[in-house]
Each structure stands twice: as C-alpha cells, then as structure tokens.
C-alpha cells in the first residue's frame, strides 16, 4: 500500500514521506487501518462540520436521489432537489441574498463570483487582500493573497492587493477604530490611484483563515461596504472557511452588524465535505440583472449536481436541529479559556486567537517575540516534531510556518474539546525546549 502511495498518487501542496491510513469515522475521530483513534483538530480541511460519522439521514437521502436521478445537466433541467436546497438557503440567508448558484467547489464558486461581478459592472479590475487565500484555480489564485499563488503567476492582471488591516510586520495604531480608520484611508487613495469606476469588485474573506483566523477590526467590513456603495462596486465575501457556524455565527460577516455583501461564496461547511459542493449566493439587484442577461460567464459539468445537493439540504437541516451554530458559540469561551491558559504557560506562545470553533497559536523561537519562521517558509523541525508529536498523542490539526490551528468539528463536546487541548498543553514543550536564549 505504501508503495502505491509514493509511487503513483500526486498530493498537493507538499509531498509527505508518511500519510495515515484512514479506515473509518467516529464522531471527532478518524480511525486508521490499523485502530489507531485520531481526535480530529482541525476539522480535516476547516471542512467537517458534523464530524466523522454520517448521519443516516444523509446517507437515506442521496441513496434516494441517486436512485430516483443521479444527473441532470443544471443548464437545461432542474431537479426538485436544486430547488429545495434554493429555498433553504434563501431562507438561512440575509438580506436580500436570494439568489444561488452551486460549483463543486469554493474555488469555483470564487470563479464564478469574479466573472460575474465584470459582467454586471462592465468593468474589469477587482481588489483583493494580501494575507488571504480564495482557492486553487487561476481566478481564484489570483486573489489570493499569501504564497500559493506564486506557481500560478503571472495571473490576472487587472487584480489589485491591498493591504490587510493587520498586517504581519506592522500595526495600523493602539485600537481597532485607528487601525480600521488607517486601512480604510489608504484603500480609498488606492482606489482612486486605480480609477474608482474602473473597479469591478472587493473580494474578501470575512474572517481571514489559514492565514491567522483574523477577525476585522470593528467598523472594517462595513467601511469597505461602505466603499463599495460609493462607486459602485461589488462586495464579494468569501465564506468559504468561516460560513456555516465555524466563527459561532451562521456566517463571518455577521460579526459586522448592517453588512450584506452583494455576493457570497460558500463550500466546506454547507454540506460538511461529505461531497465536492460549492455555492454562490448573489443579492436581488444583480440576479435580476443577469435574468434579463443570462450569461454569468460560468458553468460546469457538475454545477447542482442532484447527489451532491441532497447532501448539503440534510445536512444543513441537521445543522439547525442539532443547532452546531451554538454549540460554536457555547465552546468559545472554553476554547479562549484552554488557548489563554496554555499560551500564559508556554513561552514558545506568541498569541493566540479564536471566535466560535475557529482558532490558531502563533509560535515565536525567542522571548523577543520573533516567529519561529516567516509564513512562507516549510515547517520548520521543530514545528515538524511537535506535530508528531500530537499525532502520536492521538490528535490531528494542521500546521504551517509559525502557525497550528484549533479548528474541531462543530458537533464537539467541551469535554472533548478539552481533552484536544490537554494533548497540545502536554507536547508544545518541545517548542518551549526549542527556543533560542
């Protein structure tokens, strides 16, 4: 099996010496081939909402929609599902977000949002924020603020960085009404550096993921709302990550009060990842725009596919029963509590944050508060070790650069909430053994 593994199967982004045998799921845990009982930290990729076991009821209704039509190309036909899964969604949404589209992935979902905003505006250039990532296809790349997007350059073009409102070098002032005050300036000149009526759109995530989980200061999403009503531009909140109950509200941008994007991308959380799904969620305005010009520029084989739609419609009933939205809101002051007091603990701790189920450390190598490696590097030895280390343990999370991440499945008990953070408290000693005088 191992041989098949290295000899035949592309991974992305890296290419591990050893990967883990996955048998089977239960609740928080993956179990491999070899019984092995592994507590899911991370939720696999931010993705899985309802944890390892499928609830049977998911499982009875895509069973019943592959046996009644398992494929209708979405362009021509419609299937009772797509338009059950419409209405749920236009329900659970706010505002005036009535209006969707299914990709099969957030990527996808961030291409279509990016083709049509140009459309609807007739303009070309699109704003997007460095510290930011909004998946792996060209458009989307090309958004994307962090390192991933080097292979895919020269990109897009008509795509203009801005600068995060909190920058890894650098602070914008002492409070979060100076530092959205800064950012929000220095975006207007930059708009008005690159024509205001020349922009289509402002892409951002509503709270930033992998690059930190950072919530906006306050008054930053709203500013940029703000912005974007002047001139007529798009706002595209990518929710790709942090929509679905992760930040402990229904969506990230929420955490911003009066804020309704004119679009929003989904996937990972709608339907757990239990299939490829992705969605766009457009506000009446620009659907009604497009009814009269129907070409958004977008379209796949497997948009709406029936399956992968009755996944996410049960899903996301159980959701709302089994209310994950506040069981992440419950569990964040546990998870402030264990992250807080591990971090006053352990020197190699920088920082750490969380809002909801969504929460990282930041690790430093010295009491100078220097990371123990920029964003852009491999994981350094160290870091390498302590994940082991964690795995060894019995618990999985993700890590990068100066950076690990505490982002369980939402169906999480504090109890075994609590456990997971035991197993980090135990092993980041090897980080502390790690630091330099």
């Given at each position: 099996?191992?041989?098949?593994?290295?000899?035949?199967?592309?991974?992305?982004?890296?290419?591990?010496?050893?990967?883990?045998?996955?048998?089977?799921g239960?609740?928080?845990?993956?179990?491999?081939?070899?019984?092995?009982?592994?507590?899911?930290?991370?939720?696999?990729?931010?993705c899985?909402?309802?944890?390892?076991?499928?609830?049977?009821?998911?499982?009875?209704?895509?069973?019943?929609?592959?046996?009644?039509?398992?494929?209708?190309?979405?362009?021509?036909?419609?299937?009772?599902i797509r338009?059950?899964?419409?209405?749920l969604?236009?329900?659970m949404?706010p505002?005036?977000?009535?209006?969707?589209?299914?990709?099969?992935?957030?990527?996808?979902?961030?291409?279509?949002a990016?083709?049509?905003?140009?459309?609807?505006?007739?303009?070309?250039?699109?704003?997007?924020?460095?510290?930011?990532?909004?998946?792996?296809?060209?458009?989307?790349?090309?958004?994307?603020?962090?390192?991933?997007?080097?292979?895919?350059?020269?990109?897009?073009?008509?795509?203009?960085?801005?600068?995060?409102?909190?920058?890894?070098s650098?602070?914008?002032?002492?409070?979060?009404?100076?530092i959205?005050?800064?950012?929000?300036?220095?975006?207007?000149?930059?708009?008005?550096?690159?024509?205001?009526?020349?922009?289509?759109?402002?892409?951002?995530?509503?709270?930033?993921?992998?690059?930190?989980?950072?919530?906006?200061?306050?008054?930053?999403?709203?500013?940029?709302?703000?912005?974007?009503?002047?001139?007529?531009?798009?706002?595209?909140?990518?929710?790709?990550?942090?929509?679905?109950?992760r930040?402990?509200?229904?969506?990230?941008?929420?955490?911003?009060?009066?804020?309704?994007?004119?679009?929003?991308?989904?996937?990972?959380?709608?339907?757990?990842?239990?299939?490829?799904?992705g969605?766009?969620?457009?506000?009446?305005?620009?659907?009604?725009?497009?009814?009269?010009?129907?070409?958004?520029?977008?379209?796949?084989?497997?948009?709406?596919?029936p399956?992968?739609?009755?996944?996410?419609?049960?899903?996301?009933?159980?959701?709302?029963?089994?209310?994950?939205?506040?069981?992440a809101?419950?569990?964040?002051?546990?998870?402030?509590?264990?992250?807080?007091?591990?971090?006053?603990?352990?020197?190699?701790?920088?920082?750490?944050?969380?809002?909801g189920?969504?929460?990282?450390?930041?690790?430093?190598?010295?009491?100078?508060?220097?990371?123990?490696?920029?964003?852009i590097?491999?994981?350094?030895?160290?870091?390498?070790?302590?994940?082991?280390?964690?795995?060894d343990?019995?618990?999985?999370?993700?890590?990068?650069?100066?950076?690990?991440?505490?982002?369980?499945?939402?169906?999480?008990?504090?109890?075994?909430?609590?456990?997971?953070?035991?197993?980090?408290?135990?092993?980041?000693?090897i980080?502390?053994?790690?630091?330099?005088d």
């Amino acid at each position: 099996m191992d041989k098949v593994v290295q000899d035949n199967m592309l991974f992305t982004w890296a290419w591990p010496k050893t990967v883990p045998h996955i048998s089977h799921g239960e609740g928080v845990y993956m179990v491999t081939t070899d019984g092995k009982k592994i507590m899911d930290f991370n939720s696999q990729a931010m993705c899985s909402h309802h944890g390892h076991t499928m609830d049977p009821r998911i499982i009875q209704r895509v069973v019943k929609q592959m046996e009644e039509i398992a494929y209708v190309y979405p362009g021509v036909g419609v299937t009772p599902i797509r338009v059950q899964l419409t209405a749920l969604l236009r329900d659970m949404f706010p505002g005036d977000l009535n209006t969707f589209t299914f990709p099969s992935s957030g990527a996808e979902a961030v291409e279509a949002a990016l083709r049509a905003a140009r459309i609807y505006t007739g303009r070309h250039k699109v704003f997007s924020s460095y510290r930011s990532y909004h998946g792996g296809t060209l458009g989307a790349m090309a958004v994307t603020g962090d390192q991933r997007r080097w292979t895919s350059e020269p990109g897009d073009p008509s795509v203009v960085k801005m600068m995060p409102p909190q920058p890894y070098s650098l602070s914008w002032g002492e409070t979060e009404e100076e530092i959205t005050s800064k950012c929000l300036t220095l975006l207007k000149e930059q708009l008005m550096y690159e024509g205001p009526t020349r922009v289509a759109a402002i892409i951002v995530e509503s709270v930033v993921g992998t690059n930190g989980v950072v919530k906006p200061p306050a008054g930053y999403l709203e500013g940029v709302r703000a912005l974007c009503d002047e001139y007529g531009i798009v706002m595209i909140c990518d929710e790709v990550m942090a929509g679905f109950g992760r930040t402990g509200k229904l969506f990230g941008f929420m955490h911003s009060p009066g804020v309704v994007p004119d679009m929003v991308t989904f996937a990972k959380g709608v339907n757990g990842a239990y299939l490829p799904l992705g969605g766009l969620a457009l506000r009446d305005p620009i659907a009604d725009f497009f009814r009269k010009n129907p070409n958004t520029g977008y379209g796949s084989t497997y948009n709406a596919h029936p399956a992968v739609l009755a996944s996410a419609h049960e899903a996301l009933l159980l959701l709302m029963e089994k209310d994950l939205v506040g069981n992440a809101k419950r569990l964040e002051p546990v998870m402030i509590e264990c992250m807080e007091a591990i971090a006053a603990k352990h020197p190699s701790v920088k920082q750490c944050r969380a809002m909801g189920l969504f929460g990282i450390f930041d690790i430093q190598k010295n009491r100078k508060g220097d990371f123990i490696a920029d964003v852009i590097d491999p994981l350094p030895p160290a870091m390498a070790a302590f994940k082991k280390a964690l795995y060894d343990d019995g618990l999985f999370t993700l890590a990068r650069g100066h950076v690990f991440y505490t982002n369980p499945p939402l169906v999480i008990t504090e109890e075994e909430l609590r456990w997971g953070f035991s197993i980090i408290d135990k092993n980041l000693t090897i980080l502390d053994e790690a630091m330099e005088d």
